[in-house]
T-cell receptor
Framework: AQRVTQPEKLLSVFKGAPVELKCNYSYSGSPELFWYVQYSRQRLQLLLRHISRESIKGFTADLNKGETSFHLKKPFAQEEDSAMYYCALSGNTDKLIFGTGTRLQVFP | GAGVSQSPSNKVTEKGKDVELRCDPISGHTALYWYRQSLGQGLEFLIY????????KSGLPSDRFSAERTGGSVSTLTIQRTQQEDSAVYLCASLYGGVKTEAFFGQGTRLTVV
Protein backbone atom coordinates (compact mmCIF):
# COMPACT_ATOMS: atom_id res chain seq x y z
CA ALA A 1 0.00 0.00 0.00
CA GLN A 2 1.06 3.56 -0.62
CA ARG A 3 1.50 5.80 2.39
CA VAL A 4 2.99 9.26 2.96
CA THR A 5 3.92 10.52 6.40
CA GLN A 6 4.62 14.14 7.29
CA PRO A 7 5.39 14.06 11.01
CA GLU A 8 5.26 17.80 11.63
CA LYS A 9 1.94 19.65 11.52
CA LEU A 10 3.62 23.00 12.11
CA LEU A 11 7.13 24.26 11.55
CA SER A 12 8.04 27.76 12.68
CA VAL A 13 11.31 29.46 11.79
CA PHE A 14 12.70 32.97 11.53
CA LYS A 15 13.56 34.57 8.22
CA GLY A 16 16.98 33.50 7.01
CA ALA A 17 16.98 30.24 8.97
CA PRO A 18 17.30 26.89 7.20
CA VAL A 19 14.15 24.86 6.68
CA GLU A 20 13.59 21.13 6.37
CA LEU A 21 10.11 19.71 5.96
CA LYS A 22 10.12 15.99 6.51
CA CYS A 23 8.42 13.42 4.33
CA ASN A 24 8.63 9.65 4.62
CA TYR A 25 6.89 7.20 2.36
CA SER A 26 5.93 3.59 2.22
CA TYR A 27 5.81 1.89 -1.16
CA SER A 28 7.26 -1.37 -2.36
CA GLY A 29 7.99 -0.30 -5.93
CA SER A 30 9.69 2.70 -7.48
CA PRO A 31 7.76 5.79 -6.42
CA GLU A 32 7.27 9.14 -8.04
CA LEU A 33 7.44 11.84 -5.38
CA PHE A 34 6.23 15.42 -5.38
CA TRP A 35 5.92 18.44 -3.16
CA TYR A 36 2.81 20.58 -3.53
CA VAL A 37 2.27 23.95 -1.85
CA GLN A 38 -0.81 25.95 -0.92
CA TYR A 39 -0.30 29.64 -0.18
CA SER A 40 -2.96 31.53 1.73
CA ARG A 41 -6.16 31.86 -0.31
CA GLN A 42 -4.57 30.21 -3.34
CA ARG A 43 -4.98 26.86 -5.01
CA LEU A 44 -2.82 23.89 -4.30
CA GLN A 45 0.02 23.84 -6.83
CA LEU A 46 3.04 21.77 -7.72
CA LEU A 47 6.31 22.96 -6.19
CA LEU A 48 8.69 20.29 -7.42
CA ARG A 49 9.00 16.63 -8.37
CA HIS A 50 11.91 14.32 -7.69
CA ILE A 51 12.24 13.17 -11.28
CA SER A 52 13.09 16.69 -12.42
CA ARG A 53 15.85 17.14 -9.85
CA GLU A 54 15.19 20.87 -9.95
CA SER A 55 15.32 23.72 -7.47
CA ILE A 56 12.20 25.85 -7.29
CA LYS A 57 12.10 29.07 -5.25
CA GLY A 58 15.29 27.89 -3.57
CA PHE A 59 13.72 24.61 -2.44
CA THR A 60 15.25 21.22 -3.19
CA ALA A 61 14.28 17.67 -2.31
CA ASP A 62 16.32 14.53 -2.66
CA LEU A 63 14.82 11.08 -2.84
CA ASN A 64 16.54 8.75 -0.38
CA LYS A 65 15.38 5.25 -1.16
CA GLY A 66 17.34 3.74 1.71
CA GLU A 67 15.55 5.91 4.25
CA THR A 68 12.35 6.13 2.15
CA SER A 69 12.40 9.88 2.56
CA PHE A 70 11.88 12.93 0.38
CA HIS A 71 12.55 15.86 2.68
CA LEU A 72 12.09 19.41 1.37
CA LYS A 73 14.91 21.82 2.16
CA LYS A 74 15.74 25.47 1.78
CA PRO A 75 18.90 27.03 3.18
CA PHE A 76 17.42 30.48 3.93
CA ALA A 77 13.69 30.78 4.56
CA GLN A 78 11.77 33.85 3.38
CA GLU A 79 8.50 35.24 4.76
CA GLU A 80 6.79 34.49 1.45
CA ASP A 81 7.55 30.78 1.97
CA SER A 82 4.87 30.66 4.65
CA ALA A 83 2.32 28.16 3.36
CA MET A 84 0.97 24.64 3.69
CA TYR A 85 3.25 22.03 2.14
CA TYR A 86 2.12 18.57 1.09
CA CYS A 87 4.28 15.65 0.10
CA ALA A 88 2.73 13.29 -2.47
CA LEU A 89 3.51 9.89 -3.93
CA SER A 90 2.35 7.94 -6.92
CA GLY A 91 3.08 4.34 -7.75
CA ASN A 92 2.37 2.08 -10.66
CA THR A 93 -1.38 2.39 -10.15
CA ASP A 94 -1.21 6.12 -10.87
CA LYS A 95 -3.03 6.86 -7.62
CA LEU A 96 -1.68 10.14 -6.25
CA ILE A 97 -1.57 10.01 -2.45
CA PHE A 98 -0.86 12.99 -0.21
CA GLY A 99 0.44 13.33 3.31
CA THR A 100 -1.31 15.30 6.04
CA GLY A 101 0.69 18.43 5.30
CA THR A 102 3.03 20.69 7.22
CA ARG A 103 2.30 24.35 7.83
CA LEU A 104 5.44 26.45 7.52
CA GLN A 105 5.46 29.77 9.33
CA VAL A 106 8.37 32.10 8.64
CA PHE A 107 8.60 34.99 11.07
CA PRO A 108 10.33 38.29 10.21
CA GLY B 1 -11.07 27.04 -19.69
CA ALA B 2 -8.18 28.68 -17.91
CA GLY B 3 -8.06 26.18 -15.12
CA VAL B 4 -9.97 23.61 -13.12
CA SER B 5 -13.31 25.02 -12.05
CA GLN B 6 -15.41 23.74 -9.15
CA SER B 7 -18.92 24.69 -8.19
CA PRO B 8 -20.35 25.74 -5.90
CA SER B 9 -17.55 27.44 -3.97
CA ASN B 10 -19.49 27.07 -0.75
CA LYS B 11 -22.36 24.82 0.18
CA VAL B 12 -24.28 24.72 3.43
CA THR B 13 -26.70 21.86 3.73
CA GLU B 14 -28.82 20.26 6.39
CA LYS B 15 -27.90 16.89 7.78
CA GLY B 16 -29.58 14.15 5.80
CA LYS B 17 -29.81 16.07 2.53
CA ASP B 18 -28.03 15.02 -0.67
CA VAL B 19 -25.45 17.30 -2.31
CA GLU B 20 -23.77 17.39 -5.70
CA LEU B 21 -20.37 18.94 -6.24
CA ARG B 22 -19.18 19.71 -9.76
CA CYS B 23 -15.73 19.76 -11.31
CA ASP B 24 -14.85 21.10 -14.77
CA PRO B 25 -11.32 19.92 -15.58
CA ILE B 26 -8.89 21.55 -17.97
CA SER B 27 -9.84 20.68 -21.53
CA GLY B 28 -7.90 17.71 -22.83
CA HIS B 29 -6.88 16.43 -19.41
CA THR B 30 -7.58 12.71 -19.26
CA ALA B 31 -7.14 12.14 -15.54
CA LEU B 32 -9.31 13.54 -12.76
CA TYR B 33 -9.05 13.15 -8.99
CA TRP B 34 -11.31 14.03 -6.09
CA TYR B 35 -9.85 14.69 -2.65
CA ARG B 36 -11.27 15.73 0.71
CA GLN B 37 -9.28 18.28 2.69
CA SER B 38 -9.91 18.65 6.39
CA LEU B 39 -7.91 19.90 9.36
CA GLY B 40 -5.50 17.30 10.61
CA GLN B 41 -6.35 14.85 7.84
CA GLY B 42 -4.52 16.44 4.95
CA LEU B 43 -5.71 15.51 1.49
CA GLU B 44 -7.72 12.32 1.60
CA PHE B 45 -7.92 10.52 -1.74
CA LEU B 46 -11.50 9.75 -2.75
CA ILE B 47 -11.68 8.64 -6.38
CA TYR B 48 -9.66 8.70 -9.59
CA UNK B 49 -10.76 8.68 -13.23
CA UNK B 50 -8.33 7.98 -16.08
CA UNK B 51 -9.63 8.09 -19.64
CA UNK B 52 -12.14 5.35 -20.34
CA UNK B 53 -10.81 3.02 -17.65
CA UNK B 54 -12.93 1.98 -14.70
CA UNK B 55 -12.50 4.55 -11.91
CA UNK B 56 -10.47 3.77 -8.80
CA LYS B 57 -13.07 4.21 -6.05
CA SER B 58 -10.94 2.81 -3.26
CA GLY B 59 -10.89 6.06 -1.30
CA LEU B 60 -14.63 6.63 -1.04
CA PRO B 61 -15.38 6.54 2.71
CA SER B 62 -18.84 5.01 2.48
CA ASP B 63 -21.53 4.02 0.01
CA ARG B 64 -23.12 7.44 0.53
CA PHE B 65 -20.36 8.80 -1.69
CA SER B 66 -20.36 8.33 -5.46
CA ALA B 67 -18.87 10.09 -8.45
CA GLU B 68 -19.22 10.02 -12.18
CA ARG B 69 -17.46 11.57 -15.09
CA THR B 70 -19.49 12.20 -18.19
CA GLY B 71 -17.92 12.23 -21.64
CA GLY B 72 -14.46 12.13 -20.16
CA SER B 73 -14.84 15.72 -18.99
CA VAL B 74 -17.10 17.10 -16.25
CA SER B 75 -17.27 15.15 -13.01
CA THR B 76 -19.87 15.19 -10.26
CA LEU B 77 -19.30 14.02 -6.70
CA THR B 78 -22.53 13.11 -4.94
CA ILE B 79 -22.91 12.71 -1.20
CA GLN B 80 -26.20 11.21 -0.07
CA ARG B 81 -27.74 11.67 3.36
CA THR B 82 -25.01 14.05 4.44
CA GLN B 83 -23.57 13.83 7.93
CA GLN B 84 -21.75 16.45 9.95
CA GLU B 85 -18.48 14.58 9.54
CA ASP B 86 -18.77 15.16 5.78
CA SER B 87 -18.01 18.84 6.37
CA ALA B 88 -14.73 19.59 4.60
CA VAL B 89 -13.25 21.18 1.50
CA TYR B 90 -13.61 18.94 -1.53
CA LEU B 91 -10.88 19.39 -4.11
CA CYS B 92 -10.76 18.29 -7.71
CA ALA B 93 -7.57 17.96 -9.76
CA SER B 94 -6.99 17.17 -13.41
CA LEU B 95 -3.89 15.95 -15.18
CA TYR B 96 -2.84 15.64 -18.78
CA GLY B 97 -1.89 12.02 -19.12
CA GLY B 98 -0.59 10.00 -16.22
CA VAL B 99 0.20 10.99 -12.70
CA LYS B 100 3.85 11.77 -13.49
CA THR B 101 2.56 15.03 -14.93
CA GLU B 102 1.48 18.01 -12.88
CA ALA B 103 -1.86 17.91 -11.10
CA PHE B 104 -3.87 21.13 -11.52
CA PHE B 105 -6.27 21.80 -8.67
CA GLY B 106 -9.55 23.62 -8.50
CA GLN B 107 -10.32 26.15 -5.81
CA GLY B 108 -12.41 23.62 -3.93
CA THR B 109 -15.95 23.42 -2.60
CA ARG B 110 -16.34 24.10 1.10
CA LEU B 111 -19.15 21.88 2.36
CA THR B 112 -20.74 22.57 5.71
CA VAL B 113 -23.33 20.18 7.06
CA VAL B 114 -25.46 21.67 9.82
Amino acid sequence: AQRVTQPEKLLSVFKGAPVELKCNYSYSGSPELFWYVQYSRQRLQLLLRHISRESIKGFTADLNKGETSFHLKKPFAQEEDSAMYYCALSGNTDKLIFGTGTRLQVFP
Amino acid sequence: GAGVSQSPSNKVTEKGKDVELRCDPISGHTALYWYRQSLGQGLEFLIYFQGNSAPDKSGLPSDRFSAERTGGSVSTLTIQRTQQEDSAVYLCASLYGGVKTEAFFGQGTRLTVV
